[in-house]
C-alpha cells in the first residue's frame, strides 16, 4: 500500500519495482554512513534520483538522517549522516528476516541500534527536544553511536548482548584520549559521561584505563538510560 498508493502521491515514481529495489538497498545499509553514489551505481539511477527518493521516505517518516557532531577533537572527522528506518518491523520486513531468526541474523546489532536511536529520539522529543543528537566518526575509523548533547554529553555506544566487556567501549576510548590529547575541550561536552546500552538486567560500571586515568563507562539497559536513573 506504500509504495502502490503514498509514494505516488509525493513524487513520480515510474518505476516501482526500481523504487522497491531502492528501498531494500537501504534497509541493507541502515545505521551505515549515506553514500549515494554508490546506490544509485548499484540500481543504475543517477545521484539525483537517489536524494529525491530519500527525501520521499523522509517526508513520508519512514527514515531519519543522523547527522555527524563537527566539534574539534583533534581528527578530521566525517561530515556525512548515517541513515535509519523509522521502524524496526519494517525494517525486519524488507530484510527479510522472521522474528525467530533475528537474533542469529547479521543484521541483529544494527536493528538494536536502530531500536536504540528510535528511543532516544522519541524520549527527546517528550522532553521539548532539548538535546541534540548525533553520531562520531573520524577518518579512522573511530565510531561512537551517538553524542546526546544538552546540558553536558552522554556517549552512547549501542550493544546487542548481555555481557559487555571494556574491549565494547574502544571507540569511546579513543574519543577519551583524544580528547586528554588537546587543550581547548569543547564548552558542549562538559561534564562528559559515558554508556554502553545493551540488554543487561543489572547496570554496572565498566573501568577503562587511559594513560594512568580510570574513566568509568555505564553498562545499562535502555529503560534507565532514558529515565536517568543511571547511579553508580
Same mark, same amino acid.
Not at 164 to 171: L, V
Given at each position: 500500500?506504500?509504495?502502490?498508493?503514498? $509514494?505516488? @502521491?509525493?513524487?513520480?515514481?515510474?518505476? !516501482?519495482?526500481?523504487?522497491? @529495489?531502492?528501498?531494500?538497498? /537501504?534497509?541493507v545499509r541502515n545505521?551505515q554512513i549515506l553514500?549515494?553514489?554508490?546506490?544509485?551505481?548499484?540500481?543504475?539511477?543517477?545521484? =539525483?534520483? $537517489?536524494?529525491? %527518493?530519500?527525501?520521499?521516505?523522509?517526508?513520508?517518516?519512514?527514515?531519519?538522517?543522523?547527522?555527524? %557532531?563537527?566539534?574539534?577533537?583533534?581528527?578530521?572527522?566525517?561530515?556525512?549522516?548515517? $541513515?535509519?528506518?523509522?521502524?524496526?518491523?519494517?525494517?525486519? %520486513?524488507?530484510?527479510?528476516?522472521?522474528? +525467530? =531468526?533475528?537474533?542469529?541474523?547479521?543484521?541483529?546489532?544494527?536493528?538494536?541500534?536502530?531500536a536504540v536511536f528510535?528511543?532516544?529520539?522519541?524520549?527527546?522529543? !517528550?522532553?521539548?527536544?532539548?538535546?541534540?543528537?548525533?553520531?562520531?566518526?573520524?577518518?579512522?575509523?573511530?565510531?561512537?553511536?551517538?553524542?546526546?548533547?544538552?546540558?553536558?554529553?552522554?556517549?552512547?555506544?549501542?550493544?546487542?548482548?548481555?555481557?559487555?566487556?571494556?574491549?565494547?567501549?574502544?571507540?569511546?576510548?579513543?574519543?577519551?584520549?583524544?580528547?586528554?590529547?588537546?587543550?581547548?575541550?569543547?564548552? +558542549?561536552?562538559?561534564?562528559?559521561?559515558?554508556?554502553?546500552?545493551?540488554?543487561?538486567? +543489572?547496570?554496572?560500571? !565498566?573501568?577503562?584505563?587511559?594513560?594512568? +586515568?580510570?574513566?568509568? $563507562?555505564?553498562?545499562?539497559?535502555?529503560?534507565?538510560? /532514558?529515565?536517568?536513573?543511571?547511579?553508580?
Open positions: 500500500t506504500y509504495l502502490e498508493r503514498d $509514494v505516488r @502521491q509525493l513524487v513520480n515514481v515510474s518505476n !516501482l519495482r526500481t523504487f522497491e @529495489q531502492f528501498i531494500r538497498l /537501504l534497509a545505521a553514500d549515494m553514489a554508490e546506490i544509485g551505481n548499484s540500481l543504475g539511477i543517477s545521484s =539525483k534520483t $537517489v536524494a529525491s %527518493w530519500l527525501s520521499v521516505l523522509e517526508t513520508s517518516g519512514q527514515i531519519t538522517f543522523l547527522q555527524p %557532531w563537527f566539534g574539534n577533537v583533534g581528527k578530521r572527522i566525517v561530515k556525512t549522516p548515517k $541513515v535509519y528506518f523509522n521502524d524496526t518491523g519494517l525494517l525486519c %520486513w524488507l530484510l527479510g528476516i522472521e522474528k +525467530e =531468526k533475528l537474533k542469529i541474523s547479521p543484521f541483529a546489532g544494527s536493528i538494536f541500534e536502530t528510535a528511543e532516544l529520539r522519541k524520549n527527546n522529543k !517528550l522532553n521539548g527536544n532539548k538535546k541534540q543528537l548525533c553520531y562520531y566518526r573520524d577518518i579512522s575509523q573511530t565510531e561512537i553511536d551517538f553524542l546526546e548533547i544538552g546540558a553536558g554529553c552522554r556517549l552512547i555506544e549501542s550493544k546487542l548482548t548481555e555481557n559487555p566487556k571494556s574491549d565494547d567501549a574502544s571507540g569511546i576510548k579513543k574519543f577519551y584520549e583524544r580528547l586528554l590529547a588537546i587543550t581547548n575541550i569543547p564548552a +558542549e561536552l562538559n561534564p562528559l559521561s559515558a554508556y554502553i546500552v545493551c540488554n543487561v538486567h +543489572e547496570n554496572f560500571p !565498566l573501568k577503562i584505563n587511559i594513560k594512568n +586515568e580510570n574513566i568509568k $563507562v555505564n553498562a545499562v539497559n535502555i529503560k534507565d538510560l /532514558l529515565l536517568d536513573t543511571v547511579v553508580f
